[in-house]
């Protein structure tokens, strides 16, 4: 299993500002994903980041909007760039340190002014 | 394409009643399926997984699930639903490959209600 959390828990922000969101797990693992959960809605995956690669972003997110740093085995960050109100999500990351399983994080709630 | 379909948005049981809520999937290679929980305000917690081995999948809190190829679906059940079970529950498949889950596709998440 993982342990993960994330920094903020939550945050409002106003309207063309950005917020990066911290992830960290307490293993070491190759494989992490951040994952946006609108109001209401259920969960789609925005890119996968493998520690030494670039992210891979999903269709319809863009590296612009959503620029990730993956710079070791056990964190990650995600940015929201140029905030609109329709970027008001929880935003998840999630690991998976093995065995056909994924782990998530408790998620950062954001609203935007 | 890989995608899931949860029948039903919201489900409401009496506390002692059977839990059945319903997930059918679509897949172009064996699925790798799962079932997750969201209580208000957490992440997500792991159920249950369905990765080719049984097809009765028993998970935490009293949950299973039973994988049907021939009807394409992955209900998920509990004989006794308790209050503590009210929560939101995403079923999953996977974009799996070379080991790993990868991607996971999520439905649209059924709430269960528990009545005293």
């Known amino acids: 299993s993982a342990v993960i959390s994330q920094k903020p828990s939550r945050d409002i922000c106003q309207r063309g500002t950005s917020l990066t969101i911290q992830c960290q797990v307490d293993s070491q693992v190759t494989m992490m994903f951040w994952y946006r959960q609108q109001p209401g809605q259920s969960l789609t995956l925005i890119a996968t980041?493998?520690?030494?690669?670039?992210?891979?972003?999903e269709s319809g997110f863009v590296i612009d909007k959503f620029p990730i740093s993956r710079p070791n085995l056990t964190f990650s960050t995600l940015t929201v760039s140029n905030l609109s109100p329709e970027d008001s999500s929880i935003y998840l990351c999630s690991v998976e340190p093995g065995a056909n399983e994924q782990f998530f994080g408790p998620g950062t709630r954001l609203t935007v002014l | 394409a890989q995608s899931v379909t949860q029948l039903g948005s919201h489900v409401s049981v009496s506390e002692g009643a059977l839990v059945l809520l319903r997930c059918n999937y679509s897949s172009s290679v064996p699925p790798y399926l799962f079932w997750y929980v969201q209580y208000p305000n957490q992440g997500l917690q792991l159920l249950l997984k369905y990765t080719s081995a049984a097809t009765l999948v028993k998970g935490i809190n009293g949950f299973e699930a039973e994988f049907k190829k021939s009807e394409t679906s992955f209900h998920l059940t509990k004989p006794s639903a308790h209050m503590s079970d009210a929560a939101e529950y995403f079923c999953a498949v996977s974009d799996h490959g070379s080991g790993n889950t990868g991607k996971l596709i999520f439905g649209q998440g059924t709430t269960l209600q528990v009545k005293p």
């Open positions: 980041a493998n520690q030494g690669s670039e992210a891979t972003y």
